[in-house]
Structure formats: structure tokens, C-alpha cells
């Protein structure tokens, strides 16, 4: 079954304890992405990925890093997690390419609860 | 600047009424359009999308959408709502690089 997966799903935390969640993806995708959902402000992007050691930063990118050392997987990284960071976040997929990268596939999600 | 805007936060129905989604659109470029639903506890789906050709989209579970090119909109359709379409409904313009998202607007269906 074609999929994105995220782990963990649930994740509580204090404030500056290194987390890091795991997202892989089954479909060959080449484009790879992170966002964090909040009431009110929508989805925004943290990271993409165009392919393997490709990373860029998206619109909220402060706090976070990440890596593409293999295809299917991009995991985030939190080196120092705040409250602020306190959120739902979703890995997506998709294929390569101007129009195909915006169809995007996405995880289950995983809500972040950093006290 | 790149933006979406979606109007309508919360929309409050009832069974078969009729239902549509604002959005509007600022993109200095080819425009491609979509949207994603989001069901209670699930993760995003795409609805529907455009790219070019006919404006009037149709997508899953009877949903459709018309791009307006002169208001730059996009707004959702649905000629008769189900209890099942309680979700969060994000219209998203297709950037060089990345989605932009608007801030979504979540649609209750009462029996």
C-alpha cells in the first residue's frame, strides 16, 4: 500500500530535550516535505526536499533541521525543542516535477506537546 | 507576494444544503490550483486540482470547483452536503517549489 509514515504519532516533551520525527515514504517520491499545522494560520511549510542531500528552507524553518540521506526518508530534527514548537505536524510526498510535486501525499500527522 | 485567502473560518450546515468555499489567490505566474480536505483525525487528501483547460474542476465525492481568472478565485462547490462531509477544507496555489496553503476553513454538517 502506497504511504507516508510518520512516527511517532503522539509525542509529549520538555523544553530542550533532542527529538527527532521519522517520515518515510514507499512511492519512489523524489519531492519531500514538512509542515506544522496551527489553529488559525493553516499549514506551513518547514523544509523540502527535491531529492537525496537536497534540502531547502520553507517558511518557518527556524528551530528545525533535517536531512535526506536516503530517498524515503527525511526525518526532523528538533535540537532544542520550545514551547513554541508545540504543534501538529505533517510529512508529505509527492513526484518530481513543476506540477506533479504539488500533488501531494500526506502521513497521519504527528501532534508535538513540548512543556 | 504568494498568498491564499480563505474567507469563511467556520461554516456551520445543515444536511443537503447547498455549500460554497471561498478562495482567492495572489501568484505572479502560472496558477495551479487545488484542494485538500482534511477529515476529523486523518491526514490531508487531495480534493480536487487545476491546471489548465476547462475551469470548472470536478473532484471526489462530488465536490467542484471554478477557476475565476479575472477575481482570482477558486471557490468550492457542493450542491447538497452529507453529514460526512464534516472536515477542514485548505485551498492551496502550486508554487515553484512548495504548496502554499491558505488557513482552511472548517465545514460542520448537522443531520
Known amino acids: 500500500e502506497a504511504q507516508v509514515t510518520q512516527n511517532p504519532r503522539y509525542l509529549i516533551t520538555v523544553t530542550g530535550k533532542k527529538l527527532t520525527v521519522t517520515c518515510s515514504q514507499n512511492?519512489?517520491?523524489?519531492?519531500m516535505s514538512w509542515y506544522r499545522q496551527d489553529p488559525g494560520l493553516g499549514l506551513r511549510q518547514i523544509y523540502y526536499?527535491?531529492?537525496?542531500?537536497?534540502?531547502d528552507k520553507g517558511d518557518v524553518p527556524e528551530g528545525y533541521k533535517v536531512s535526506r540521506k536516503e530517498k524515503r526518508n527525511f526525518p526532523l530534527i528538533l535540537e532544542s525543542p520550545s514551547p513554541n514548537q508545540t504543534s501538529l505536524y505533517f510529512c508529505?510526498?509527492?513526484?518530481?516535477?513543476?506540477?506533479?510535486?504539488?500533488?501531494?501525499?500526506f502521513g497521519a500527522g504527528t501532534r508535538l506537546s513540548v512543556l | 507576494a504568494q498568498s491564499v485567502s480563505q474567507h469563511n473560518h467556520h461554516v456551520i450546515l445543515s444536511e443537503a444544503a447547498s455549500l460554497e468555499l471561498g478562495c482567492n489567490y495572489s501568484?505572479?505566474?502560472?496558477?495551479?490550483l487545488f484542494w485538500y480536505v482534511q477529515y476529523p483525525g486523518q491526514h490531508l487528501q487531495l480534493l480536487l486540482k487545476?491546471?489548465?483547460?476547462?475551469?470548472l474542476v470536478k473532484g471526489i465525492k462530488g465536490f467542484e470547483a471554478e477557476f475565476i481568472k479575472s477575481k482570482f478565485s477558486f471557490n468550492l462547490r457542493k450542491p447538497s452536503v452529507q453529514w460526512s462531509d464534516t472536515a477542514e477544507y485548505f485551498c492551496?496555489?502550486?508554487?515553484?517549489?512548495?504548496?502554499?496553503f491558505g488557513t482552511g476553513t472548517r465545514l460542520q454538517v448537522f443531520p
Open positions: 492551496a496555489v502550486g508554487g515553484t517549489d512548495k504548496l502554499i
Open positions: 512511492m519512489n517520491h523524489e519531492y
Open positions: 487545476y491546471f489548465s483547460g476547462d475551469p
Open positions: 526536499s527535491m531529492n537525496v542531500e537536497v534540502t
Open positions: 501568484y505572479g505566474g502560472t496558477v495551479n
Open positions: 508529505a510526498s509527492s513526484w518530481g516535477g513543476q506540477l506533479a510535486k504539488n500533488i501531494q501525499y
